[in-house]
């Protein structure tokens, strides 16, 4: 080795000893390594596409139809037939598409549906076996292969049912690169080809836009079309951009973004149209007629415009729009939860209705409205008496005490029942952000307390007077004020029995009061604090947790 040579490897030397040094396998990012950043979207989606096919391998949609399935060589037949000597025949499909039974011969199958092969069968089997007692039962899928290349990790041939889809063939070969195009999939099939739009698959659940495959198929997915899309901005659950198909409209980019928001203004949806470069044209669309359907698949809406390539939507926010303005409705509605509300728009029956009505075993009387912006009211008099002790207070304030600890703060005085009957009732407020809306469950009975001899639950009958139920309740003690028996109001009215100014309902109380020197008051809070515990407020309570 020459002097130059060995001077120059010695240099080379010294240069990796630094770089080693300096940047050490720890500090050197990963993808420099293994091509992790290139292919770290794509490696990931593999692994989950792969984890997927084998973890859905063998296992159906749903069951098979027959009018439906194609059989095929290699599928499994079971023939049964009842007569006076019965006989059943597991029989496959031969390569040529034909089946043998005994005494009967070759029974061509060749391209027939299971309901159709069924019928062939029947037809040959009963001339011979002298019965239409005739069965026949698909037991075992034929497998098969299809081919399927470009945008996959593994282009390549895999092992497939009669019951797979498109998308699960491509999930066997690895899964979709990030550059594959969803929207334009071809399936070739003797010399046809069928379009495969899994988009429409994933997003309107369009079952013909991914079709079950055949022996022979060939699946080709090309790379997206950056070009030619559409997108739908603003006020949509999921604003994208989506690659162009041929018979594209408004109602399939809105499905494609999920739907509408609450907050989407319906009255003027903007679709912006690229004619060519200096041509450039914006129509304004009304869809609120679309707000009445709960979903959009084969709704036949008016102003359904069909769409062109490089077509945008955007949809705006309602005015005056606030997105923390929200209410809760729980209890015997349809769809209780949290709703969005226009402040100043938006009454009781509204969110109601929004909320699917009320169920059949709804209690609508009983109904509450808590505004909590009610519950925080400041009372200093509450406030000086709770911080005064029990013994050092005067009756009044023991009175004042006893009565505003048992109310429901917050709660606004409501009709429901007149309400959902007249919604343009001045009963029907608007709703205001944190309100809270409580529908109780329908009761079947009215509770008697206090002074009679077997207190307790009572089924309702509308005949029976306050009497009939304390009666039923065992009768008065012998220590039973009868004269000051009060009736306690589902939302906590107190009423005097002996009035009969009122009608008693399921939910309500009857409250029996001791012989003493007490007065009506004294009762009235006894029966506020009975109410209280009795009334079912226990939702109400948890849905303005939810909304704090």
Request: include cysteine; proline fraction near 4%; aromatic fraction near 10%.
């Amino acid at each position: 080795m020459t002097r130059k040579a060995m001077i120059n490897k010695g240099i080379l030397l010294i240069v990796l000893y630094f770089l080693l040094n300096h940047f050490s396998f720890g500090q050197i990012p990963n993808y420099f390594i293994t091509g992790a950043k290139k292919t770290g979207y794509d490696t990931l989606a593999k692994q989950t596409s792969q984890k997927l096919a084998l973890e859905s391998a063998g296992i159906f949609e749903k069951e098979i139809d027959p009018a439906k399935y194609i059989l095929g060589p290699d599928d499994q037949l079971m023939v049964s037939i009842i007569s006076a000597n019965p006989q059943e025949f597991e029989v496959p499909i031969s390569p040529d598409g034909r089946i043998l039974i005994p005494q009967v011969g070759a029974i061509d199958l060749k391209n027939k549906t299971l309901a159709e092969a069924e019928d062939h069968i029947k037809e040959k089997v009963s001339k011979v076996y002298k019965t239409n007692e005739v069965y026949v039962v698909l037991k075992k899928l034929r497998k098969f292969k299809v081919a399927i290349s470009g945008e996959v990790f593994s282009s390549t041939i895999v092992p497939a049912t009669a019951v797979d889809r498109v998308s699960e063939i491509a999930e066997k070969a690895g899964g979709f690169k990030h550059t594959a195009s969803l929207r334009h999939i071809k399936l070739l099939r003797d010399n046809k080809i069928i379009n495969v739009d899994l988009i429409k698959y994933y997003f309107l659940g369009d079952k013909e836009a991914n079709p079950t495959v055949l022996g022979g198929d060939q699946i080709v997915v090309p790379v997206s079309d950056d070009v030619n899309k559409i997108e739908i901005e603003g006020e949509i659950n999921s604003p994208g951009e989506f690659e162009y198909c041929e018979g594209d409209s408004l109602s399939t980019l809105i499905m494609f973004g999920l739907g509408f928001m609450e907050s989407s203004f319906l009255d003027s949806v903007e679709l912006v149209s690229f004619v060519d470069l200096t041509n450039i044209t914006s129509t304004i669309i009304n869809l609120t007629e679309w707000k009445k359907y709960p979903s959009l698949i084969g709704q036949n809406l008016p102003n359904n415009i069909p769409l062109k390539t490089g077509d945008r939507v955007y949809i705006k926010k309602i005015p005056d729009w606030h997105y923390d303005s929200k209410v809760v409705i729980e209890g015997q509605v349809t769809y209780p939860g949290t709703y969005a509300i226009q402040e100043g728009k938006t009454r009781v029956t509204d969110i109601i209705t929004k909320a699917g009505g009320l169920t059949q075993k709804a209690y609508i009387e009983g109904a509450v409205l808590i505004r909590t912006t009610f519950q925080n009211v400041e009372d200093r008099v509450m406030e000086r008496i709770a911080n005064t002790s029990p013994k050092d207070r005067t009756k009044f304030e023991e009175r004042y005490f006893q009565a505003r600890i048992n109310e429901r703060r917050g709660e606004i005085a409501i009709d429901f029942k007149k309400i959902m009957k007249d919604p343009n009732s001045y009963e029907n407020i608007y709703l205001k952000k944190k309100d809270s809306i409580y529908i109780p469950t329908k009761k079947e009975f009215v509770n008697i307390q206090g002074q009679v001899k077997s207190p307790g639950m009572v089924f309702y009958n509308p005949n029976y007077t306050y009497l009939d139920y304390i009666n039923l309740a065992g009768g008065f003690n012998y220590r039973a004020d009868a004269n000051q028996t009060i009736i306690v109001k589902e939302k906590g009215e107190q009423l005097l029995a002996k009035n009969l100014d009122y009608q008693i309902l399921p939910g309500d109380n009857i409250l029996v009061p001791p012989e003493s020197d007490v007065t009506f008051f004294d009762i009235f809070s006894t029966g506020l604090t009975i109410a209280t515990q009795l009334v079912t407020i226990a939702g109400v309570i948890l849905t303005v947790v939810r909304l704090q």
